[in-house]
């Protein structure tokens, strides 16, 4: 069973900077990872994937701005968030599929953490 715990989420005004972590246990080293966020009112939504080699896509909202990495040495999954806009706003989510292949897809993964907020205001 993979366990995922999120942590690093804050209030930021716009043009600052997060970094989120996730703490994984459980996975299997070809497990692929990514960050997704909900917005209140709105569908949970990709935001970076990253598979087992490192290989990292991004949704065209983010590209540019955030970047997903992982620590395999201390099983930690990595999302460093720059230029935020209040638009970023929202619970994010870290979460892990049984798969190498990257997605963005949500019914693609299979394990998900409690989440942590982010609010950017403006």
């Known amino acids: 069973q993979v366990q995922l715990v999120e942590s690093g989420g804050d209030s930021v005004q716009a043009g600052g900077s997060l970094r989120l972590s996730c703490t994984a246990s459980?996975?299997?080293?070809?497990?692929?990872f990514a960050w997704f966020r909900q917005a209140p009112g709105k569908e949970r939504e990709g935001v970076a994937v990253i598979d087992y080699t490192g290989s990292a896509a991004y949704a065209s909202t983010v590209r540019g701005r955030f970047t997903i990495s992982k620590d395999n040495a201390k099983s930690t999954l990595y999302l460093q968030m720059n230029s935020l806009k209040p638009e970023d706003t929202a619970m994010y989510y870290c979460?892990?599929?049984?798969?190498?292949?990257?997605?963005?897809?949500?019914?693609?993964?299979?394990?998900w953490g409690q989440g942590t907020q982010v609010t950017v205001s403006s």
């Open positions: 979460a892990a599929r049984r798969d190498w292949r990257r997605s963005l897809v949500t019914s693609d993964f299979d394990y």
């Open positions: 459980g996975y299997m080293n070809t497990d692929a």
